[in-house]
């Protein structure tokens, strides 16, 4: 930012939130560095020490912050605690990229969107088709109905996140995901993962091909100091 509040870079601010392996993180990393999405992940924030996606964000020199829930700590205080930590590096999107936990309105409400074409500044990625499967375990709770014959597919789902709930909110992009006969469940894993990276990927394309909140000019120079 100059002092006169323009913004200089044009490239959209993307906070990571995640409490796995990282798989989808790292898409997002990969497309930001090859140019194929206009942002940078400026930041990792996780409510788990130790996990894939601090390592991932660590090897590509990525800031990291894990914000642990108290002993006793109120759900609307973690999610305060969590809002400000996010807020501190400044995100125009944040992407919850298999982010366990449901967030309150004490958090969502903190990333309103200022466009009003936009939902939210808030994305989240599910397993399962819309309206279909909310929480953990979606994966495996789509190939067990499959094994009784209750299910042929599941699916992958991108969304707002525009209020409290679980796993739901306007849909940006979803595909069905067929569960085959054949399939084990590292088979129907494998084949949920390839479509959440791709899918997620192109969301994050489109989103960040928008115009930023704020102006933005590269002809302005920052005071030097
Ligand atoms: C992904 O399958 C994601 O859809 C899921 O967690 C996994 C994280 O994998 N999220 C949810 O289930 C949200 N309800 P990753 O850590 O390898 O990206």
Redesign the pocket.
Known sequence: MTESGVRLDSRHRIVVL?????????AIIDSCQSGAINGNVVAVVSNQPEI??IRRAQRNDIATRVITKLAGESRQSFDARLAEAVSAYEPDWVV?????RVLSDTFVARFASPNPQTPSRII????AAPGEL??????ERAFAEAQTGSRVTSG?MVHFVDSEG??CGPVIASVAVPILATDTLNDFTAR??HH?HEMLVSALQKICNQPLPSKVSSSVKEPMS
């Not at 919850?96 to 366990?100: E, K, P």
């Not at 989240?124 to 397993?127: E, G, I, K, T």
């Not at 909310?134 to 994966?139: K, L, N, Y």
Request: proline fraction near 6%; hydrophobic fraction near 45%; glycine fraction near 16%.
């Open positions: 995640a409490s796995g392996e990282g798989t989808n993180l790292q894939g996606a919850l990229a298999g982010f366990m989240n990625l599910h397993p909310p929480g953990i375990h979606a994966i992958v679980v796993d949920i993962h959440e």
